[in-house]
């Protein structure tokens, strides 16, 4: 399996929860984290369970969400 890691931009993110949803790994939750706009955001609960498949960054209505995946060798 392909690791994967994500950067979250904080300040876009409105903690609407689609990404903890859209995520077959369960990676995402809820981190109690309060942003500037005063929304809950979400972090990597478990990130050693992603796999960089970068559902939870197509699902994302803010753009909040970028992925980035270990390259497997040939
Ligand atoms: S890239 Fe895939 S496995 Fe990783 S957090 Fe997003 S949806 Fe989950
Ligand atoms: S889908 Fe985007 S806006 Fe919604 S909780 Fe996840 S990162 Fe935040």
């Known amino acids: 399996m392909p ?3 994500l950067i979250i931009d904080k ?3 409105k903690g609407c929860g689609l990404c903890i949803v859209a995520c077959p790994h ?4 809820f981190s ?3 942003n ?3 929304y809950n955001v979400v ?14 960054a197509l699902t994302c209505p803010d753009v909040a969400i970028e ?3 270990e390259r497997v060798p040939a």
């Open 32 to 34: 109690g984290e309060l």
């Open 36 to 38: 500037r706009s005063g």
């Open 3 to 5: 690791k994967g890691m």
């Open 26 to 29: 369960q990676v995402l939750a």
């Open 67 to 69: 992925v980035y995946r």
């Open 11 to 13: 300040e876009r993110c």
């Open 43 to 56: 972090h990597m609960e478990r990130p050693e369970a992603c796999v960089g498949c970068g559902f939870c």
